[in-house]
């Protein structure tokens, strides 16, 4: 078609009919653009020559060789088996055959050398056999030697289908990207141009070239992303604030609470009052481990805000999580005569007209919720505090939603999921970090198995015995799909079974499409020891504190994360008695055996969390994919920590100059920002 554009829809390309639309639209192609921009994830080495003699099983090589032998067409089992043999200097034989393409008997002559590209399928010391080599004229090597981009695929996309497209779209037509770094900038930074780079990120030579245009594109990948968060974090940061507390004596809290501090909260809690002390607006990740007590620091942080004339707010993932939260600290703050209220999902109407309007005449000091509190309507008197649990849960959208409620607040977020503090900074500033580094006294390490399906009767029997003894026992069930129905049938037929199987015992089922209230009752019920095996989905999976729960089965634990399995493990190991997960899993494949290893053989929650991140990538891991983060298609936050450290560099430095981006020479750049994160930065803004 004539006149390609970067918008043109792919279903105008030549060779691409409605059924292959579908395809690449499944690899989230759509445009020109996007078919530009599918950026290969790995090369397929063809630079080297490689003689005979240095063939090695299963390895894909480029070599010259001569026929020595006519090549013969064999018939075998309806298949014609085309063969001959061929050497090199170096002196071995390689035998080579095809099937059914007959034309290669005509192609190939004795005495003639030919340049071949294929894998090796066997060696021994007289000779190698490869199937079905590509075959080349030796003129041609020029040409075929360099490096092969392997892009991801889908069923009925194949490589040489997708690499067709692009060369069509790049070398034939010269479809061009608009650069959005001036020269100017692009020196500064060492940076190469962008058709450039996406040339040679396509059809680089050698590794070096794939290099240099990887760095351009994920220059611009992590430039824009880091301006993104800047700019809806914005009003929030840099602001000098005027609540500055005056009243740091929490002793009247502290006599209250039924146990002493561990040193690493107390430690953590000074640190705070620090901040609270201050000018500058308190910005506080605070990471401790499953049950290291992060609950306690962020009450006592509440309790100062309050203390010194400011309402706070607790913003925790999950109602039932808020509601322990409730529990837990409205007994202690009632005796202190503060008013603590909560909203969630099932909050009634009526119920949430009376808090917001008791909110807006300062009538509650601290409100607990979950992402219900950051709702338009909900108004505040004068909040001093936001709280967030688990926040790796909630995306930077809502976070940054909950902090706008109030002019410039102060800001405590709560993670069981260590951050490199590289990446931390990236993703929520300049926050300053606190590790609360050791468990309350008395907390056992949780005796971890790894079991398959042959083990189940042996499984029944440990939970019975357990339970003989009066304790309870979790089942958690993992998502099987993405599909709610499928997941349900699946958590169900769980209950059934044990239903069974423990006829003589009170078995109950909690899952997500549960009504709230219906959740609730149960773990009241669970709470109160008149439920002994609670069958559920993840639902439990953050922060539930049941102390005589000691028995946690996890099925098909190799669906999970690690850091999710080290979380559902948390729930167990909270009272003094010994405590027990079980996980199930009948996968055997190497990789899932050394991820539940990992889990049997460590109660670490921050090493096993690095581990996951390892395994995982960091998508999944930062809530980026729940907070509407386009992911990237290069970077990769994890690994590219220095191009990271160079973007935030460059960041400071047009921020410094031109904040609202409206120089001349950064135009192309905020219309790229909007192009990518306009949705988020209206939110955020809006
Ligand atoms: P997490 O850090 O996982 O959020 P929690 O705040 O839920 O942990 O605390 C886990 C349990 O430990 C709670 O029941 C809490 O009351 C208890 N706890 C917190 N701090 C202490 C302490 N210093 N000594 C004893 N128990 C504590
Ligand atoms: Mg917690």
Known sequence: ???????????????????????????????????????????????????????????????????????????????????????????????????????????????????????????????????????????????????????????????????????????????????????????????????????????????????????????????????????????????????????????????????????????????????????????????????????????????LAVKNGYQAALMAPTTILANQHFLELSGYFEKLNIKVEIITSSTTKKQKEKIIERLKNNEIDILIGTHSIIEDNIEFNNLGLVVTDEQHRFGVKQRMKLSNKGKIVDTLVMTATPIPRSLAIVLYGDLDLSVIDELPPGRKPVDTFVVNDSYNQRVYNFLRKNIDEGRQVYVVCPLVEENEELDLNSVEKLYEEYKKEFKEYNVAILHGKMKNKEKDEIMQDFKANNINILISTTVIEVGISVPNATVMVIENADRFGLAALHQLRGRVGRGSAASYCILKSNNKSAIARERLDIMRKSNDGFLIAKKDLELRGPGDFFGIRQSGMPEFKLANLLTDVKVLERTQQAVRDIIEQDKELNLEKNKKIKEALYEKYGEQLQNIVG
């Open 1 to 303: 078609m004539e006149n390609i554009r970067l918008d043109t829809s792919v279903q105008y390309l030549k060779g691409v009919g409605p059924k292959m639309y579908e395809l690449l639209n499944k690899l989230g192609i759509y445009s020109v653009k996007d078919l530009i921009e599918y950026y290969p994830r790995a090369y397929e080495d063809r630079t080297r020559l490689v003689k005979i003699d240095e063939f090695e099983k299963d390895k894909s090589v480029l070599f010259i060789a001569t026929v020595v032998r006519p090549v013969t067409v064999a018939h075998a089992r309806g298949k014609k088996i085309i063969s001959t043999v061929v050497t090199d200097e170096s002196g071995r034989l390689a035998f080579l055959t095809w099937f059914n393409q007959v034309y290669i008997k005509d192609k190939l002559k004795e005495g003639m050398s030919y340049l071949f590209y294929g894998k090796v399928s066997s060696v021994s010391p007289s000779r190698a056999t490869l199937e079905s080599c590509s075959i080349y004229d030796v003129m041609q090597l020029d040409k075929i030697q360099g490096l092969y981009p392997i892009y991801s695929l889908t069923a009925g996309v194949t490589q040489n289908y997708l690499f067709k497209l692009i060369t069509n779209l790049i070398i034939d037509n010269g479809i061009l990207l608009k650069d959005i770094f001036e020269t100017e900038f692009r020196k500064k930074y060492g940076l190469a141009e962008i058709n450039y780079a996406v040339r040679n990120i396509h059809f680089p030579k050698d590794f070096s070239m794939v290099e240099t245009a990887r760095n351009r594109i994920i220059f611009e990948e992590l430039f824009l992303f880091q301006l993104a968060l800047l700019h809806m974090r914005d009003n929030n940061l840099e602001y000098v604030k005027t609540n500055i507390y005056k009243d740091l004596d929490c002793s009247e809290f502290l006599k209250i609470i039924p146990f002493e501090l561990t040193n690493a909260q107390k430690k953590v809690v000074e640190q705070i009052k620090d901040d609270l002390s201050k000018n500058v607006v308190m910005n506080r990740l605070v990471q401790g481990d499953v049950g290291s007590g992060k609950t306690m620091v962020a009450a006592i942080a509440m309790y």
